[in-house]
């Protein structure tokens, strides 16, 4: 099993490529539907915060989600069964990284599944795919 | 009609008279011209009578995007248009950041800023509202920098909003002040700032994270991939690793870089300010705008020691760029690298143009040597070099201590009219020029262009190949098309809109599978024909406000200091503006 990683956050220029290709998974373009998020580490010339889901192998979000809609998966972090989702957002407070995004049209989580779409459209190497035990 | 063009035709209406704002459909307009400029000077012919003042309420400001921003790869610009207050006329300026995608994302395709407010205001546009807000605390803060930093901190959308503020220049109507986005990126020429100012704006804050269906996710995905590729290819290659500053060394070696008031095109300190050098030395970190995988965006740090403490140090970040490389490096005989990016740092922080600044600071240094005006009007001696004094020059600019630096800020033109020294006050329509001497195509480009600007054509790679193929000067009337035939081309990118570093990318045949992508259907002719019909209406837009090409003042200068094309002759460039005056005046709805 893979998982993705922030190599070195110090590489990021702050493009959002990543962030668009997390989104173009779902056919759309825009930020609102992608699981990684990009920010200014307070003011852009002390670098970026790449936030994605570290694959916890016990994730806090799991645990604080009501109704099992996040199941663990294989090689850490979780799954999301949207049709057992109530949208209640504990989720994304559980997650202290903030790894946990929110998707406001359908009203519900975005979860990472690390499949690496978006390393593929980083241009400076900032994102890896890694192997997991 | 396209879904896409449904989704990009909401306009947002903000008036700061009345603390109103609305959102209606002009689907009429994005339909027929694309979006960005195409657009905007529609909407700019809307709002703004003849003879409005630039700096009152009947001024517009107007921010437009286009069908492929936050879509593909370098589609990461905004075009603003306005109505300049130091020329006057109708005027545009670009700006990065992440300006493009906010406004997009936010839901809008264009943002229309009428009115003045009564006090210092600030605008959040969110996708559902707009908030008017208090500035009273920020109006008069000496560094625009921390004003981005106050808002950063008070507002929420970090990572998908814009924050464009001005600076004290701004607040002060300097006549070229700047509205900057994130810090480094700048609406840097035409005085949007100053716009701003008279409005009572301090700043315009835009937090957007929509998302979009797209039609054909396949086709996308398809072109998108090209486009990455080819973003990333060796053609905006210069631009990620050295930056716009790779130009010094090989403007220098050729003869065209601008030095001590255009008096020549060599620099004997240009090694010292290069690319190469400012890389090896200085360079602390590159910034992209967003959608843009180049990251032109160049920081240099700069560590000082504090005078009254040993071993206490601060650390600062310039951005550095060909353009205030040369205007405030070469143009003003600075060769110290660590006094350049000082000096670049005191014009960011008042939030001005550094091209136009440093032409106005040569001009005035050239005027005191000559003895047209004394140290009782500068107040302190500016000489070649001395980037001390320059820096403190450029604070009386902004505090205006006396009437000569008031008139500095109105520009050369205004500044060299009343103190004299006209032959050497660079400007064409009162627009000072970019950092290059490379021929009369250039300089033809400058004067004939819509924004005086050395993108509107990029004239001086025509030159530049003129000289390296060895060929002869074309005929004015050639000249003329060459010039002409680029700029209305690059109306149909700064509708959809590209980053100009990726022009070479965005070829017709792409630009067409692109759009087709998104659902147009839009062949590559038709975009041609579009480019020079945007071209017509922005250009009549200028003459009906009374733009008269055949009197643009050519400074001696100019065409006296030899390009490495030789000396500009002043028949040839006065042939090439008949031709474009013509083609204006005789163009009328018909012959769009």
Redesign the interface.
């Known amino acids: 099993m893979k998982r993705l990683v922030v190599v070195d956050s110090n590489r990021c220029v702050g493009c959002d490529l990543c962030v668009y290709a997390c989104t173009n998974r779902y056919g759309h373009i825009g930020i609102s539907k992608s699981a990684i998020h990009v920010r200014s580490a307070g003011g852009v010339e002390r670098g970026f915060v790449v936030i994605v889901c570290r694959a916890c192998k016990d994730p806090p979000c799991a645990r604080a989600c009501p109704v099992n809609a996040l199941t663990l998966r294989q090689g850490g972090g979780v799954v999301l069964n949207p049709s057992k989702c109530i949208g209640c957002g504990f989720c994304v407070n559980a997650c202290d990284i903030g790894a946990v995004m929110w998707d406001s049209e359908f009203m519900k989580p975005v979860i990472c599944t690390h499949c690496g779409y978006c390393v593929t459209f980083c241009p400076h190497n900032v994102l890896s795919l890694e192997e997991v035990g | 009609m396209v879904d896409w063009v449904k989704s990009l035709s909401r306009v947002l209406y903000i008036d700061l008279s009345r603390k109103l704002f609305w959102v209606e459909n002009r689907e009429d307009l994005f339909s027929k011209w694309l979006g960005g400029i195409g657009v905007a000077i529609q909407l700019y012919r809307e709002e703004v009578p003849k003879g409005a003042d630039p700096l009152g309420p009947e001024n517009t400001a107007i921010f437009a995007v286009g069908p492929l921003t ?2 593909y ?1 370098m589609a990461s610009k905004v075009v603003a248009v306005f109505k300049s207050p130091l020329n006057g006329f109708v005027a545009e300026s670009h700006g990065g950041g992440r300006a493009a ?1 906010a406004i997009r ?1 936010a839901g809008y395709g264009a943002i229309v800023i009428k009115g003045a407010s009564d006090m210092p205001i600030y605008v959040v546009v969110d996708e559902e509202k707009v908030r008017f807000r208090d500035a009273g605390a920020l109006w008069g803060m000496r560094s625009s920098e921390t004003v ?2 106050v808002l ?1 901190e008070a507002l929420p959308g ?3 909003r814009t924050i464009m503020r001005i600076g004290r220049a701004g607040e002060r109507l300097i006549r070229y002040a700047t509205l900057t986005a ?3 990126r700048h609406f840097g020429r035409m005085g949007l700032g100053a716009v701003f100012g008279s409005k009572k704006l301090k700043a315009l804050v835009v937090i957007g ?6 039609p054909d ?1 396949k086709a ?2 398809e072109v ?1 991939r090209e486009l ?1 590729e080819l973003t ?1 290819g060796p053609s905006t290659r210069k631009y990620h690793d050295l930056g716009t500053a790779a130009n010094v060394v090989p403007l220098d070696k050729l003869g065209a870089l601008p030095t001590r008031n255009f008096s020549s095109g060599r620099f004997e300190g240009a090694r010292e300010i290069s690319g190469e050098k400012l890389a090896e030395e200085n360079l ?10 180049v ?1 032109c965006i160049h ?1 240099a740090a700069i560590r000082e020691e504090y005078e009254d403490e040993k071993y206490f140090y601060k650390t600062e ?1 310039v951005p550095y760029d060909h353009e205030p490389i040369y205007s405030l490096g070469s143009n003003l005989g600075i060769s110290d690298r660590y006094g350049l990016l000082k000096l670049i740092k005191a014009v960011e922080d008042e939030g001005i143009d550094a091209i136009t600044t440093g032409v106005v600071l040569a001009w005035a240094t050239e005027a005191l040597e000559k003895g047209i005006i004394s140290i009782k009007e500068t107040l302190v001696e500016l000489r070649w070099g001395n980037w001390r004094n320059y820096i403190k020059a450029v604070n009386y600019i902004v505090l205006q201590p006396n009437e000569f630096y008031k008139s500095l800020g109105l520009g050369v033109e205004e500044a060299a009219s009343r103190y004299g020294g006209l032959e050497f006050a660079l400007a064409y329509n009162k627009v000072e020029p970019a950092g290059y001497h490379t021929g009369p195509l250039f300089h033809a480009s400058l004067a004939i262009g819509f924004r005086h600007s050395h993108l509107d054509s990029g004239a001086y790679s025509i030159d530049q190949n003129l000289v390296a193929s060895g060929a002869s000067l074309p005929s004015p009337e050639d000249a003329a098309k060459l010039i002409i035939g680029e700029e209305s081309w690059r109306q149909v990118l700064n509708s959809l809109v590209i980053c100009l570093f990726a022009r070479s990318v965005y070829t017709g045949k792409i630009v067409e599978k692109a759009l087709k992508a998104l659902g147009y259907d839009i062949d590559e002719l038709t975009l041609v024909n579009l480019g020079k019909r945007i071209y017509l209406e922005k250009h009549r837009t200028k003459a009906l406000e009374g733009f008269k090409p055949d009197q643009v003042r050519i400074p001696r200068r100019f065409l006296e200091t030899p390009t490495p094309l030789g000396q500009v002759s002043e028949e040839y460039l006065r042939k090439i503006i008949a031709y474009y005056s013509k083609l204006v005046s005789e163009s009328t709805e018909s012959t769009l």
């Open positions: 936050g879509v790869p995608t994302f981005g930093r950063r970090a990572g998908y994130e810090t480094y994270k929509k998302g979009f269906k797209l996710i996308y995905r998108y990455y990333r602390a970190r590159r910034l992209a705008c967003t959608a843009c995988p990251a920081l970040f």
